[in-house]
């Protein structure tokens, strides 16, 4: 069997993975290895590797490599930290492959030590665009070192291409977090009421606020015009999910337990939500408002409208439940406004969205079991 090793380091990287994590741990051709690091195994961040072992999969590596920072510095350390460590645990589990899914830092160190350990890399999410953050960088730089290709849309597949990768190895699948949509039943708004323990009001958000990282306006800047905008909200409930660790990652969950602690008749916060409850609540919102990919990728599967604010996911293909906003407060309230228009909101029911290519495990499968070898060397392709 070939032993295909799933990497993640986030709890918004682990629910995309989760369905094909589950596809390989039933198959009979695959050994299955779980390498969980970066903010799964923080307590500060809310120990998210729980859910992992609560959906019944054995961790056969937990590689602690956060250092207590979020600054320039500290990620830089933490990434250091990574690349010994991750090398380490590559000589140990010897995989075949490694699957990388995304931009994160964690996942440059942990690319950069599979290509020195000659490990192939199986890269998903490639050739996507997200300008405010540095993760778009990053993102590239993983699909040079990677070796097969699994993209959401084809203009992305085309990017790849367009990187030096060969047509051959690159494969427009669709995104992974849709099957976990047409997967799940999910929760009633009475039955979530019940599950976090909350009572909806008329209007109801779910808030996802990521540091942009490239933007020259503060992180905490950023998320206050966000809260300003919130505060002009009447008979609305807000449900928080925290910011992952990134660059200021700490000074926004530091604003949002303040301004719960100030708002507790109308908001709420959560570490992380799980997929399931997660995707649940997108889908009984009015809108997900702030600049998570969530909004982007899934909400419009959900026929859930989007405020996306700000450049951290500008270059994206965006389906038309989604309005793009400035990162000043007039501009994020105008959008949420403009969620509430009732022409807007019929367009909702018919939205196609343009991330979904049907059955994305089930191709991703597809290609795993009739490729022979996975390779390290591989030859850059010219676009003639």
């Known amino acids: 069997m070939k032993k295909i090793c799933v990497t993640t380091a986030t709890r918004a990287e682990y629910g995309l993975l989760k369905p094909l994590i589950h596809a390989l741990n039933n198959h009979t051709g695959f050994h299955l290895q779980l390498l969980v690091t970066g903010a799964h195994l923080s307590p500060e961040f809310g120990l998210t590797k729980k859910f992992i072992i609560d959906d019944g999969f054995a ?9 207590s920072s979020d600054t320039a510095v500290g990620i830089s350390k933490s990434m250091g930290l990574g690349l010994i460590s991750y090398a380490e645990a590559f000589n140990r589990l010897k995989p075949d492959a490694i699957i990388i899914l995304g931009d ?14 000659k490990i192939p890399i199986i890269h998903l999410h490639g050739g996507e665009i997200t300008e405010g953050a540095y993760d ?38 669709g995104a992974l977090g849709i099957d976990n949509i047409n997967a799940l039943a999910l929760l009633t708004k009475s039955e979530l009421e019940k599950e976090l323990g909350i009572k909806f009001k008329k209007f109801n958000y779910q808030v996802t606020f990521h540091p942009e990282t490239l933007n020259a306006i503060s992180s905490d800047e950023q ?28 000074v926004i969950n530091r604003l949002i337990d303040e301004y719960v602690m100030q708002h507790q008749e109308k908001a709420i916060a959560f570490h992380s939500l799980g997929a399931f409850r997660f995707l649940s609540v997108v889908k009984a919102c009015d809108a ?14 959900l026929h859930t409208a989007t405020v996306n604010i700000g450049d951290r996911q500008k270059g994206r ?10 990162n000043d407060v007039e501009a994020i309230s105008e959008a949420i406004q403009n969620t509430k228009e009732s022409s807007f909101k019929q367009t909702l029911d018919h939205v196609v969205n343009p991330y979904y290519n049907g059955g994305a495990v089930d ?20 676009i003639v």
């Open 363 to 382: 191709k991703i499968m597809s290609v795993l079991e009739n490729t022979k070898d996975f390779k390290v060397v591989k030859h850059f392709y010219d």
């Open 317 to 326: 293909i965006q389906a038309a439940s989604i309005i793009n906003c400035s």
């Open 223 to 250: 998320f206050k015009n966000l809260l300003h905008a919130l505060d002009k909200e009447e008979d609305s409930f807000f449900i928080f999910t925290k910011a992952n660790a990134d660059t200021d990652g700490r």
């Open 104 to 117: 994160r830092y964690e996942m440059l160190a942990m690319a950069a030590a599979a290509t020195i350990s």
């Open 59 to 67: 961790i056969d590596e937990e590689i602690e490599m956060l250092v």
């Open 288 to 301: 997900i408002i702030g600049n998570s990919s969530s909004g982007i990728l899934e909400a419009p599967s």
């Open 136 to 173: 778009d960088a990053i993102r590239h730089a993983i699909s040079k070192l990677s070796y097969l290709h699994f993209t959401s849309t084809e203009d992305y597949r085309q990017r790849v291409i367009q990187l030096g990768e060969d047509p051959i190895r690159v494969f427009n699948v």
